[in-house]
């Protein structure tokens, strides 16, 4: 398997990385937890190493899934998570209703380190290699987020940061304040829009 840098973090994983928002079950017909966990582990003994989550997907049950799978096998991952997208508040800007609970795109500073306490626990880690803002809050500064973030890395509760759903002039305002060490957006042969703008300036700012 190939592996590659993220960014300037020192961090190498394999260039194929494990999505499991489908095993949150939510928009996807449920989950089978059983196949989940083998599905996962049988991506670790393929040699992928990266393995990507999020809090919305299944409303942390994806979180609680990656953590059973990785359980005893901690140094073969490099775990990403997500923050921003919560229902634990109604602050910032709604976003869409899922089993029941309204999520919300909020990134402010308590909320942040809020999440990451819960996706410590339900992930049963002692630290997030990649943590990546879901979406964009418009209400929130980003010079508030990206501090909250920094401070997180400072006391090792994340080891990089990223972030999701992106435009340029976010990358820009996050990199303003502080390193800024991955970029999750869409992109595929039916959705190229990334390499207009972000890709060249990933590129230049490695």
Do not use: F
């Amino acid at each position: 398997m190939i592996s590659r840098p993220i960014g300037q973090s020192g961090i190498e994983a394999s260039a194929i990385a494990l999505g499991t928002w489908a095993i949150g079950g939510w928009l996807w017909g449920g989950t089978d937890e059983a196949q989940s966990i083998a599905a996962i582990r049988a991506s670790l003994d393929a040699g992928i190493t990266l393995i990507d989550t999020a809090p919305a997907y299944g409303m942390g049950y994806a979180e609680e899934l990656v953590g059973k799978a990785i359980a005893g096998r901690r140094d073969e991952v490099i775990l990403a998570t997500k923050c921003a997208l919560v229902w634990h508040t109604d602050r910032g800007t709604y976003h869409i209703e899922q089993n029941g609970h309204r999520l919300h795109r909020y990134a402010g500073a308590d909320s942040i380190r809020y999440e990451v306490e819960q996706s410590l626990k339900r992930l049963q880690v002692d630290t997030i290699d990649i943590l990546q803002t879901h979406w964009q809050d418009d209400t929130t500064p980003i010079e508030e987020t990206m501090t909250a973030l920094l401070q997180l890395k400072a006391e090792g509760k994340i080891r990089a940061i990223g972030a999701s759903n992106v435009t340029l002039p976010h990358i820009q305002a996050y990199s303003a304040v502080g390193p800024l060490d991955a970029i999750q957006n869409k992109y595929s042969m039916m959705d190229r829009g990334i390499e207009a703008e972000i890709l060249p300036y990933c590129r230049e700012n490695n």
